[in-house]
């Protein structure tokens, strides 16, 4: 079985502060991680995930996550807050056969103030 | 390419009807994954079809049910519906079954009352 935890249902920063999402996994087989994003009235998208390679994942708009085995999590950064970022942030595991489906965290709202 | 689309956008039904949302995936795309998301429960996993069969189900009553077209669209249907069915139905579609990255529509948004 697998889950996931978002630690903080709602994360408040200033424009250009840095941001940090966290997110903590459980998982009895190794995993794939991925982070989303929704904006109001909108369907998720795809921020970056993790397979197998290089645990410090890049992805779009900025957004970057590293995936440390010996602490179970997946936590979401960004050097710079931009206005743009406000949305809901979910964090989601997988079994890496691939076959299985998403699980995901609660999610985090992130807002941004100027 | 055209992305996951889902209709209708919004629905307002009334408690003891019975619905039905459609998901066409993205072209080329075999396998269609449904989501209830709602503010308590968050994103929870409904079913899945590949080949016009059903291959993963969650923890869902059997209310709810899907099925998946030979053009590899789906439709769910969630019949004598409750207040608590009130969500977004979110579908996402993938290549093939070991895909891991699915690609998610904007959702269908219904109102029970």
Redesign the interface.
Same mark, same amino acid.
């Given at each position: 079985a697998q889950s996931v935890t978002q630690l903080g249902s709602h994360v408040s920063v200033s424009e250009g502060a840095l941001v940090l999402l966290r997110c903590n996994y459980s998982s009895s087989v190794p995993p794939?991680l991925?982070w989303?994003v929704q904006y109001p009235?909108?369907?998720?998208?795809?921020l970056l995930?993790y397979?197998t390679g290089a645990t410090l994942v890049k992805g779009i708009n900025g957004f970057e996550a590293e995936f440390k085995k010996s602490e179970t999590s997946f936590h979401l950064t960004k050097p710079s807050a931009h206005m743009s970022d406000a949305a809901e942030y979910?964090c989601a595991v997988?079994e890496?056969?691939?076959?299985?489906?998403?699980?995901?965290?609660?999610?985090t709202m992130l807002l941004v103030s100027p | 390419k055209a992305g996951?689309t889902q209709t209708p956008r919004y629905l307002i039904k009334t408690r003891g009807q019975q619905v039905t949302l459609s998901c066409s995936p993205i072209s080329g795309h075999r396998s269609v994954?449904w989501?209830q998301q709602t503010p308590g429960q968050?994103?929870? !996993?409904l079913f899945?079809y590949f080949s016009e069969t059903q291959?993963?189900k969650?923890n869902f009553p059997g209310r709810f049910s899907g099925r998946q077209f030979s053009n590899s669209r789906s439709e769910m249907n969630v019949s004598t519906l409750e207040l608590g069915d009130s969500a977004l139905y979110?579908c996402?579609s993938r290549k093939n079954?070991?895909?891991?990255?699915? !690609?998610?529509?904007?959702?269908t948004?219904l109102t029970v009352l």
């Open positions: 794939y991925f989303y009235n909108q369907g998720l998208q795809l995930k397979t979910f997988t890496n056969s691939g076959y299985s489906t998403l699980t995901f965290g609660k999610g | 996951v994954s989501y968050g994103l929870q !996993f899945e291959r993963n969650g979110l996402a079954r070991q895909d891991n990255e699915q !690609f998610f529509g904007p959702g948004r």
